[in-house]
């Protein structure tokens, strides 16, 4: 059975402040999807990593994937307000875009 | 992206009910999901919904329970029967283009059994 864990589950930063999300998942894939999710809200699609090395940036938000170590992590850069909210990773079982989602990261940016 | 639709967006039910979420889909989607999300956790996804045949179950989950159909590659609808307080959850309708496309999600149903 897949599991996929992240790290830290709560996460309270300074603005200004750089940090990274880890994401380990327990078999072989190289698909793996970001997602952040905002109080009572659904969830938006971030990133989509689709192979080994893969590295997507937006904004203040890098995420990168590394199969060999299933890892992937979300760093964060000079963090503001506005990216408080829990944020979820996704890795692809292989199976048709069937999803296994990690525990999630609540982060909380205070000024 | 594909706008999804969700209905209803929250509901209040008493035990031993049930109740039918509907999923509306603008374009024609391959594939279709319904995933739960209990109160402060992660989503667990129950079933694929397949297009004019049984929908494919995930290990806890059952057809009696969830019931789900699938008339078209647009409209899907889970139902969750016989309801106890441990069904209050976020139920999430999503969807995929392809094989590698992210999901996208409708805004949920949050249902509280009381």
């Known amino acids: 059975e897949l599991k996929v864990e992240q790290n830290p589950l709560f996460l309270s930063m300074q603005e200004g402040k750089n940090y990274t999300i880890y994401c380990n998942y327990s078999?072989?894939?190289?698909?793996l999807y970001w997602y952040r999710q905002d109080p009572g809200k659904s969830l938006e699609s971030l990133f989509v990593l689709l192979s080994n090395g893969a590295v997507k940036q937006e904004g203040r938000l890098m995420a990168s994937l590394d199969t060999k170590a299933r890892l992937s992590t979300l760093h964060i850069t000079a963090a503001v307000h506005d990216l408080s909210a829990t944020y979820f990773c996704a890795v692809d079982t292989g199976t048709a875009s069937k999803l296994t989602f990690g525990t999630g990261t609540r982060l909380q940016v205070t000024l | 992206s594909a706008v999804i639709s969700q209905k209803p967006s929250r509901d209040i039910c008493q035990r031993g009910t049930s109740l039918t979420i509907q999923c509306q889909v603008d374009?024609?989607?391959?594939?279709m999901f319904w995933y739960r999300q209990q109160p402060g956790q992660s989503l667990t996804l129950i079933a694929t919904?397949?297009?004019?045949?049984?929908?494919?179950?995930e290990s806890g989950f059952v057809i009696d329970k969830f019931p789900i159909s699938r008339p078209n590659l647009t409209f899907s609808t889970l139902t969750v029967s016989n309801m106890s307080p441990e069904d209050s959850s976020i139920y999430l309708c999503s969807v995929a283009a392809s094989g590698v496309s992210p999901l996208h999600f409708g805004n949920g149903t949050r249902l509280t059994v009381t």
């Open positions: 374009s024609q989607v391959t594939m």
């Open positions: 919904a397949n297009q004019g045949s049984e929908a494919t179950y």
């Open positions: 078999t072989t894939s190289d698909r």
